[in-house]
C-alpha cells in the first residue's frame, strides 16, 4: 500500500483512465486518481491534458485533495492560462475562509501562479491578507509580495505593497518581520538603489528584538539584513555585537556564518585597545573550528570563508591550525581548501609540524593534492624564513622518490626559493640537473631553464644542457621558448667567450623562425642591445631582481574587504565580487566596511586616496601577466609577485622608454607601422610603467601619445582663491582664510591665519565635524611659532577622507572648530568637488558604456554652462588636471561629444557627457551617477574650471 | 531563495524534482552530470557548481544527490543546512531516506517539500509541526484511511507554529512521563606511524528522548561545564542561563531532538582509547610484503572497547593478502584493494592481531604511499571528554517523571597512519 502504486499503467491510455478516475463520484476514488496524477508529474510526465478535470476537483472541503489539486495547479497554470482562471473564484473564497489555514494556502498558491491574469485577482485578497487578524496568514502574505513582484513589479509598486511590508517589520509577531525581511531583501536585489531596507536605530532595534525569537531561517535573513547597516559609532556597533554574539551558538551553521559576517564588519569600528574587542576575537574562533565538524559541504563552504577570515584577522584563528589537518578520506574539495589554509596560519610557531604534515601529504595517491602539497611546502619556505632550509631538503627527499609530478612540482618551486634566498642553496643545483630529463611539463622546464641562466656561471656544463633544449626549440611551449632565450642570452653575458656560437643560434630561431610575436619581440630588443651596447645589455638583463613577496594569492584588499562584507554568499565561495557573477544582481552596490570614526590607520581604510607620488604605499604590486615587455626584459616572467616597493627602477624605465623609441623602428624600418602585434608590443612596455604614474594601462599606440601628455603634466586640480571664512570680528582677533587644492594627489586645506588682536596666540588645533566625504586633517594643525600681533601664517594641512561620514546639506558644507590659546572658534566654508576627484579615474571604455546603460535614467542631470569659449581639444586637457578623464569623442553635426569619468575619494563614480558646440559659446553637460546629489556640485566644477581658465 | 530541487540516484537518474518558482528545466542538471564525471569518487563532486544561468549546489547523503538550483545571491550554507533538513525529515518520515522509499511515499514527499518551502523560503522545517500538517505515514494509518476515507493531512493550524515555543505542541499527554539523555562522544584523531597524536578533539551531542505531559521547563546541569569549548544549541535552550550559569534551562520539543552538540579542543587533552601497533613492509625487488597489525586499549577508564572495525586502502600493487587473524574476520577485495578486518571485542588480557603476507605484483616496484587505517569502535557509559551531568530538574507540572542518562564513546575520524 505504498505510493509506488500509482506509477503502474494499464493497457488503456493512462490519461484516458486518469480522466474517467478524476470525474468520478466518489470521492475516495478522486482523490486517489490526484495523487497518481501528481505521482507521474513529479517524475516529469506531461500531465497537463488533465488540467480542467483536476480544477473541478478544487472545490472540496478535503483539506488534503485541495492541497494536492493546488500542487497541480502551480505546476501547469501557467502552460494553461484560460483555464487557470476558472480557478479564480475558489481562490477568492478560499481567502475569506474562517480557517487561517486555508486562508494561507489560498494566497500563497495564487501567488504561485504565474499568470498576469490571475495577479489581477490577487492584489484585492492579498491586501487583505497582508492585514489578517492572523500572524501565520501575514507572515505568508509577506512572501507572497515577493512572488508577485517576481511576476508584475510595478503592480506591486502601484498597489502600495512594498509600504505595507514595510510596516511589517515593526509587527508584534517575529515570525512574520522575519518573512517581510526577507522579502524586502529579495525585492531590493533587483532595485539596487532603492531604499527599500531604510535601516535606522529603531528598526534595528526591532530586528534585533525579533531575531532571538523567530526562526533559524529568520535569523539568517535578519542577520544578512543587519550586516548591510553602518552603525553610526562605537557604542552601537559594541552593542549590535553584543546582542549577536549569541547567535554563534546556534545549531545551524547557516545562521553562525551570517552572525560571522556581522560581526567581522562591525567589528571593524570597534577601537583596537576595548577589552570587548579582544573577548569578541576569541569568541570567534570555536565556532568556526566547529564548523569544520560538520558535513563535507557546509567544511567546504565554511573552508572558503575561513580562508577569507584569515586573510582579514589571522589573529582569530592563529592557535588552530591542527583542525585544518587534512584526514585521508576527507573529499578532495576540502583537502585542497585545508591545505590552502595551513600555509596562511603556517608561522615560525607551527612550522615544524606544518611541514611534517605537509610532507606526509606529498606521498598520498591523488595528484592534484600531491602536487599542491609540493608547492605548500615551497611557499612555507618563501613565507618562513627559519624553515627554508629544512624545506629545500624536505623537496629534496621528495626528488628522490622519482616520482615524475612530485619532481616537476619541486622544482618550480625551488626556483622560488633560489628567487627569495639568493646565494643560498645553489649546492642543490647538481640534485637538480640529474633530473633533467624527467621534465616534461612546460612550467618545470622553464623553472629549471631558468635556474641553469641564472646560475649559470657555476653550472659547468650549462652551455650544453641549455644546448640540449635548443634541439627541439620549435616544439616547446612559449613560456619555455621565452625563458630559454632569456637564459641563453645570460650565460651570453657571463661567458661571452664559448657561447657566441649559441646565443646567435637562439637569435635567429627567435627572431626568423618564429611566428610568435612575443618571442620575436624579445630576441629582437635582445640582439639590438647585446650589438649596441653590451654594457647596457648587461645591466638590463642582469638586473638585480626586485625580492618576492612572503604572502602569495593574496586577495587584493578592496575585494577582500567587500568580500569580508559577503560572508557566507556565494561571492565568498568564489572569491569573486558579487557583481562579477551573479545573474540578475542589476549592479549591486560594493559593499565596503565601515571605518572606525576617528581611526588614524589610513593604510587600513578602504577610501583613503593613495597617494599617487608614494609608490611605497600601493600594496604588493603583482608583476603583470606574460607577454609584458619590461618585465619579460627582467625575466621575471614566471615570477610570484613582488614585495612591496617599485616594481622596476625607474632609470630602467626611462631605457626601455628610450629603447622603444629610438631601437626599434630603425630595426625594423618602415615596418612598424603595418604590424599591429609589434604596436601591442610596444605598448605594453609603458603600460608597465603606467601605473605607478597613476596613468590607466591601455594598449594601443595612441595610448603612447597620451600617456607622454599626462606623465608631465603636475597632477594637482583646479585652486579656488582664498576666502575668508572667519573674519576677525567674530573670533576675538583671529582671521582665518583659506581654501582647498588637491595637490600631487594629497587634499589640503591652505588657510591663512592672522592675529588681528593685541595679544600673542598660540596652542592652536583644529578639528572638523562628520561630513559627506569624511574629510580629517591628517595631522595636527603646525603652526610652529606663536602668532604676534599683526602676523599672518600661511598653513597647508593634509586631508584624509577616512573620518566619520554624515551626510551635509548643502553636500560640500564642512563645519570646522579652530581652537587657540583664546577660545574655541566655529565656521563652516564650502570645499569644491573636484577636490575629491582622484587620480585613478579613468574608466575603461566598455565599463563605462555598461555603467552609463546601468544607471536610471532617473539620474541622469542635464545642465548648460553658458559662455565659455572652448573648443574639445581645451576642454579635455583642462578638465583633465582636475582629475576629470576623457574616455572617448565623438564628433557629430559639428558638435564634439567628450564622454568622462570621474572617481570620487569614496569610490562613486560619476560619468558625464559634455557636448561643445564648435564656434557658440556654451556646452551642454548630462551627468550620471549612482548618487544623483552630486550632480549639482559636479556642475559647479565644470563651469569653474571651463570659465575661469578662460579668463586667464 | 531556493528555486528548484532535484534527486539524483547513483546511477545518475533524476527520479524527483520540485519546482518552488517557475520550473526550470530538467537539461540544468547536465553540468551536475558534468561535473559528477570528472569527479573520481561520488564524495568529491564540488558542492557548489556555477552554470551560466544558475548555481547548482549540492549533498551527497544515502547515495543520492540532492541538487538545489538556485538563480540569485543565496547564502550557500543555507541551501546546504535545508538539504540536509530535507533528507533528516524523509529518514524521520521513512524510516530510511532511499530512492525506494521516496518512490513508495512520493506524494507525501511533494507535501512535504511544499510545506517546507514557500517561494524557496523555508516555512516549516521542525519535524514537530510538520507532523502535525502532514502525518507520517504507516501500516496502520493506511488501512485505517482506505477503510474510513480520511486523510493524512492535518486540518488544523499547526498548535506551536506561532507560540513562543515553536517547537513544541500544546496538550501533549503521556501516561508514563519518561526523559532520556544520552551523551554521545565522537573522536577524531590521526594518531602518527610511532603512535603519537598528531591531532585529535571530539564531537559530543547531547540527543533527547522526552515524552513528558504538558509543558514542563527542565534544567540540566554539568560537573564539569567549562569543559565544552564550543557549543550549539537546539533554539528551545535559554541562552542567557547558560552564559551566567553554565546550565541548561529548556521547554523541550516533544519527541526525540537534539539538544545541543559540542566540541572539546585539539589542545591535548583528548584522551586516546585505542593503540595500534604495526609493520608493513614491502622489500624492493620481492613480490611479497610483511604485514602485522596488533590492537590494544589505553586510556579507557577500564571500559571495554568494542565494535572494533578497521579498514584500510592497500596500496594499488597489493594484488591479494593472506592474513590470520587472532580473532574476528577480515576481508580483501583485490579489485578496491580495500582491506576490512572486523575484530569484535578487545581483551586486554589477549589483544587482537592480524598477521600475514601481501603478494604484489611480480616486478612492480615498491608501492610509494602507505596505508592509513581507519579504525571504528564503541566504548558504553564513557564520555572520554569526562562531561558528566550532574542533575535534571523539571519544572511548571507536578508529575515525578522518569529520567535516564546514557553515556558512549565512538570513533568518528580515526586515523592511524604507517
Redo the contacts between chains.
Keep these: ?4 502504486k ?2 503502474t499503467t494499464t493497457k488503456k491510455g493512462e490519461i484516458f483512465e486518469l480522466k474517467a478516475e478524476l470525474n468520478s463520484d466518489k ?2 476514488k478522486k ?1 486517489e486518481a490526484v ?1 497518481k496524477v ?2 507521474s508529474m ?3 510526465k506531461d500531465v497537463s491534458a488533465l488540467f480542467p478535470d483536476v480544477v473541478n476537483c478544487m472545490q472540496t472541503d ?4 485541495k ?2 489539486v493546488y ?1 497541480y495547479l502551480m ?1 501547469y497554470a ?1 502552460s494553461q492560462p484560460d483555464m487557470a482562471i476558472m480557478a479564480v473564484n475558489t481562490f477568492v473564497k478560499d481567502c475569506e475562509d474562517p ?3 486555508i486562508r494561507a494556502l489560498a494566497v ?1 498558491t495564487m ?2 501562479i ?1 499568470v498576469d491574469k490571475i495577479t489581477e485577482y490577487l492584489c484585492e485578497p492579498l491586501r487583505k491578507c497582508l492585514k489578517d487578524e ?3 496568514v501575514r507572515k ?1 502574505a509577506a ?2 509580495v ?2 508577485l513582484h ?1 511576476i508584475n513589479a510595478q503592480l506591486v509598486e502601484d498597489q502600495g505593497f512594498l509600504d505595507t511590508l514595510k510596516d511589517l517589520i515593526s509587527d508584534s ?1 517575529p ?1 512574520v518581520v522575519a ?1 517581510a525581511v ?2 524586502l531583501s ?1 525585492i531590493a ?1 533587483s532595485h539596487p538603489n532603492s531604499n527599500l531596507l531604510d535601516l535606522n536605530p529603531q528598526s534595528i532595534n526591532k530586528l534585533l528584538t525579533a531575531l532571538n ?1 523567530c ?3 529568520g535569523q ?1 535573513f535578519i542577520l ?1 539584513c543587519l550586516a548591510n547597516y553602518t552603525p553610526r559609532d562605537d557604542r552601537e556597533s559594541q552593542s549590535i555585537c553584543e546582542r549577536v554574539t ?1 547567535r554563534l ?6 545562521v ?3 552572525a560571522v559576517k556581522v560581526l567581522m564588519k562591525f567589528m571593524e569600528m570597534l577601537p583596537k585597545d576595548l577589552d570587548y574587542y579582544g573577548t569578541l576575537l576569541k569568541k570567534l574562533a ?2 568556526l ?2 564548523l569544520l ?1 560538520a ?4 567544511q ?3 573552508l572558503r570563508n575561513i580562508n577569507l577570515i584569515v586573510q582579514k584577522r589571522p589573529e582569530i584563528l592563529k592557535h ?1 591550525m ?2 585544518f ?1 587534512v ?3 576527507d ?3 576540502v583537502k585542497l581548501e585545508k591545505l590552502d589554509i595551513m600555509i596562511r596560519l603556517a608561522s615560525q610557531a607551527n612550522i615544524a ?1 606544518v611541514l ?2 605537509l610532507k ?1 601529504y606529498a ?3 591523488d595528484v592534484d593534492f600531491v602536487r599542491k602539497a609540493v608547492r605548500a611546502i615551497g611557499r612555507c619556505a618563501i613565507k618562513v624564513e627559519q624553515s627554508a632550509e629544512r624545506c629545500v631538503s624536505t623537496l629534496l627527499d621528495l626528488i628522490q ?1 622519482k ?1 615524475n609530478y612530485v619532481v616537476q612540482e619541486a622544482i618550480v618551486v625551488i626556483k622560488d626559493i633560489f628567487r627569495k634566498y639568493p646565494n643560498k642553496y645553489e649546492s642543490v643545483i647538481a640534485t637538480l640537473c640529474e633530473n633533467l630529463d624527467s621534465l616534461d611539463e612546460p612550467e618545470a622546464r622553464a623553472a629549471m631553464i631558468w635556474i641553469v641562466g641564472e646560475y649559470a656561471e657555476r653550472i659547468d656544463n650549462a652551455d650544453e644542457l641549455l644546448e640540449s633544449f635548443l634541439e627541439g626549440f620549435h616544439d616547446e611551449s612559449t613560456q619555455v621558448q621565452l625563458q630559454l632565450l632569456t637564459a641563453i642570452v645570460k650565460l651570453f653575458l657571463k661567458k661571452p667567450t664559448e657561447t657566441q656560437e649559441l646565443v646567435q643560434q637562439v637569435l635567429s630561431l627567435a627572431t626568423q623562425d618564429s611566428d610568435n610575436p612575443d618571442l620575436r619581440d624579445r630576441g629582437y630588443i635582445y640582439w639590438r642591445l647585446l650589438s649596441t651596447d653590451p654594457v647596457a645589455a648587461k645591466e638590463v638583463v642582469l638586473a638585480e631582481k626586485p625580492l618576492i613577496s612572503e604572502e602569495t594569492d593574496l586577495i587584493e584588499p578592496t575585494l577582500l574587504e567587500e568580500l569580508t562584507c559577503h560572508i ?4 565568498s ?2 572569491h569573486k565580487p ?1 557583481s562579477a ?5 542589476r549592479g549591486v552596490q560594493h559593499k565596503r566596511l565601515p571605518v572606525r570614526a576617528g581611526s588614524g590607520e589610513s593604510s587600513e581604510s578602504p577610501d583613503a586616496s593613495q597617494p599617487v607620488g608614494v609608490v611605497a604605499d600601493t600594496p604588493p604590486a603583482v608583476i603583470p601577466s606574460q607577454g609584458d615587455l619590461l618585465g619579460d626584459l627582467l625575466n621575471l616572467d614566471l615570477a610570484p609577485p613582488t614585495s612591496s616597493g617599485p616594481p622596476v627602477v625607474p632609470s630602467m624605465q626611462m631605457g626601455a622608454m628610450d629603447l622603444l623609441g629610438g631601437g626599434l623602428d630603425s630595426l625594423l624600418g618602415g615596418d612598424i607601422g603595418g604590424s599591429p602585434a609589434m604596436g601591442g608590443g610596444l605598448a605594453s612596455a609603458p603600460a608597465a610603467v603606467a601605473p605607478s604614474l597613476g596613468a590607466p594601462a591601455n594598449s594601443g599606440l595612441d595610448m603612447l601619445f597620451d600617456l607622454g601628455g599626462s606623465v608631465g603634466m603636475p597632477s594637482g586640480s583646479f585652486v579656488v582663491p582664498k576666502a575668508v571664512w572667519l573674519p576677525a570680528m567674530k573670533a576675538k582677533g583671529l582671521e582665518i582664510s583659506g581654501t582647498f587644492a588637491r595637490r600631487g594627489g594629497v587634499l589640503q586645506m591652505e588657510i591663512s591665519l592672522t592675529n588681528k588682536a593685541m595679544s600673542v596666540m598660540t596652542d592652536f588645533a583644529i578639528q572638523f565635524n562628520r561630513n559627506s566625504f569624511g574629510l580629517a586633517p591628517a595631522g595636527p594643525l603646525q603652526v610652529l611659532t606663536p602668532l604676534s600681533p599683526n602676523q599672518t601664517t600661511e598653513i597647508s594641512l593634509p586631508l584624509s577622507t577616512v573620518g566619520p561620514v554624515m551626510k551635509m546639506e548643502p553636500l560640500n558644507n564642512l563645519q570646522v572648530a579652530v581652537k587657540n590659546n583664546i577660545d574655541v572658534f566655529y565656521f563652516s566654508c564650502q570645499y569644491p568637488i573636484s577636490i575629491l576627484f582622484v587620480e585613478d579615474g579613468k574608466m575603461e571604455r566598455q565599463v563605462f558604456l555598461a555603467t552609463w546603460k546601468d544607471i536610471p535614467n532617473d539620474n541622469e542631470a542635464q545642465f548648460q554652462i553658458k559662455d565659455c569659449h572652448v573648443n574639445s581639444d581645451t576642454a579635455t586637457s583642462r578638465l583633465q588636471t582636475c582629475n576629470i578623464f576623457t574616455i572617448a569623442k565623438r564628433t557629430v553635426e559639428g558638435q564634439d561629444m567628450l564622454y568622462q569619468s570621474i572617481k570620487l575619494t569614496n569610490g562613486i563614480w560619476i560619468l558625464v557627457e559634455l557636448r561643445v558646440q564648435t564656434g557658440s559659446p556654451g556646452c551642454m553637460m548630462s551627468v550620471k551617477c549612482r548618487a544623483p546629489e552630486v550632480a549639482q556640485l559636479v556642475f559647479q566644477c565644470y563651469e569653474m574650471v571651463l570659465k575661469t581658465s578662460s579668463d586667464a | ?1 531556493i528555486h528548484s530541487l532535484f534527486l539524483v540516484n547513483s546511477s545518475g537518474d ?10 526550470v528545466s ?1 537539461s540544468v542538471c547536465d553540468y551536475f552530470f558534468e561535473a559528477q564525471e570528472r ?1 573520481t ?1 561520488p ?2 563532486v ?3 557548481i ?1 552554470t551560466p ?1 544558475h ?1 547548482l ?5 544515502h547515495k543520492i544527490f540532492f541538487v538545489a538550483v538556485i ?8 541551501v ?3 538539504l ?1 533538513r530535507v533528507v533528516d525529515t524523509f529518514q524521520d518520515y521513512f524510516g530510511v531516506c532511499t530512492e525506494a522509499a521516496i ?9 512535504l517539500l ?1 510545506e517546507m518551502l ?2 524557496g ?2 516555512l516549516a ?2 519535524s514537530n509541526i510538520l507532523k502535525e500538517l502532514i502525518k507520517p ?1 504507516t ?1 496502520l494509518r ?2 485505517v484511511n ?1 477503510i474510513t ?1 480520511s ?7 499547526p498548535t506551536g ?2 507560540s ?1 515555543v ?1 517547537w513544541r505542541r500544546t496538550g501533549v499527554k503521556y501516561t508514563n512521563n519518561e526523559a532520556y539523555f544520552d551523551v554521545v562522544e565522537e573522536i ?1 584523531a ?1 594518531i ?1 606511524k610511532s603512535g603519537s597524536t ?2 585529535a ?1 571530539i ?1 559530543g551531542v547531547i540527543d533527547a528522548c522526552v515524552k513528558l505531559t504538558g509543558m514542563p521547563d527542565l534544567t540540566l546541569s554539568f560537573m564539569n561545564p567549562r569543559l565544552l ?7 528551545c535552550v535559554r ?2 542561563r ?2 551566567a550559569e553554565r546550565i541548561l534551562s529548556f521547554i523541550p520539543p516533544d519527541g526525540n531532538f ?1 539538544l545541543l ?1 559540542y ?1 572539546v ?2 589542545q591535548n587533552l583528548v584522551a586516546i582509547p585505542v593503540y595500534v601497533k604495526h609493520n608493513i613492509t614491502f622489500r624492493e625487488g620481492s613480490s611479497q610484503g610483511r604485514f602485522e597489525l596488533t590492537l590494544g586499549p589505553k586510556q579507557t577508564m577500564g571500559k571495554a572497547v568494542e565494535s572494533v572495525l578497521v579498514t584500510s586502502q592497500l596500496p ?1 600493487g597489493v594484488l591479494n593478502v593472506n592474513l590470520n587473524p587472532s580473532q574476528g574476520t577480515y576481508t580483501f577485495d583485490p579489485v578496491t584493494k580495500l582491506l576490512s578486518w572486523d575484530v569484535g571485542k578487545i581483551n586486554p588480557q589477549k589483544l587482537p592481531s592480524l598477521k600475514g603476507s601481501m603478494s604484489l605484483q611480480t616486478g612492480a616496484s615498491k608501492p ?3 596505508p ?1 587505517f ?1 579504525i571504528q569502535f564503541k566504548i558504553q557509559q564513557l564520555a572520554i571528554s569526562g562531561l558528566k551531568v550532574n542533575r535534571l530538574d523539571m519544572y511548571g507540572e507536578k508529575y515525578k517523571p522518569f529520567k535516564g542518562i546514557k553515556y558512549m564513546t565512538k570513533a ?2 580515526f ?1 592511524v ?1 604507517t
Design positions: 500500500m505504498t505510493d509506488s500509482y506509477f470521492k475516495e482523490k495523487k501528481i505521482a513529479t517524475v516529469g478535503n483539506l488534503e485533495l492541497k494536492l500542487l505546476n501557467k480557517n487561517p489555514l500563497r501567488g504561485c504565474r492572523d500572524p501565520y505568508t512572501v507572497c515577493a512572488k517576481d509577531n515570525m518573512n526577507a522579502a529579495e536585489e525569537e526562526t533559524e531561517w539568517i544578512d549569541p551558538s546556534h545549531a545551524n551553521s547557516a553562525v556564518l551570517s570555536p565556532p573550528v566547529t565538524s558535513e563535507p559541504e557546509l567546504y563552504v565554511a588552530e591542527k583542525v589537518f584526514k585521508y578520506n573529499p578532495i574539495y609540524q611534517a604534515e606526509e606521498t598520498e595517491v622518490t616520482v557566507g554568499t556565494l561571492a565561495v568564489y558579487p557573477f551573479v545573474e540578475g544582481s | 531563495m533524476i527520479f524527483l524534482e520540485k519546482h518552488w518558482k517557475s520550473v530538467r569527479a569518487e564524495e568529491n564540488p558542492p557548489v556555477p544561468h548555481y549546489i549540492n549533498v551527497l547523503r538563480q540569485t545571491e543565496v547564502p550557500p550554507l543555507f546546504i543546512e535545508f540536509h518512490k513508495d511515499n512520493v506524494v507525501v514527499v511533494y507535501e511544499e514557500d517561494n523560503f523555508p522545517t521542525e505515514p501500516i493506511t488501512v482506505t476515507g486523510t493524512n493531512v492535518g486540518e488544523q493550524l507554529q506561532l513562543v515553536p577524531d590521526i602518527d598528531i591531532t578533539e564531537q569549548d564550543d557549543v550549539s544549541f537546539h533554539p541562552f542567557k547558560w552564559e537534539r552538540s566540541h579542543s585539539s594499488r610509494d604511499e602507505n592509513t581507519n568518528g575520524k586515523q597512519r
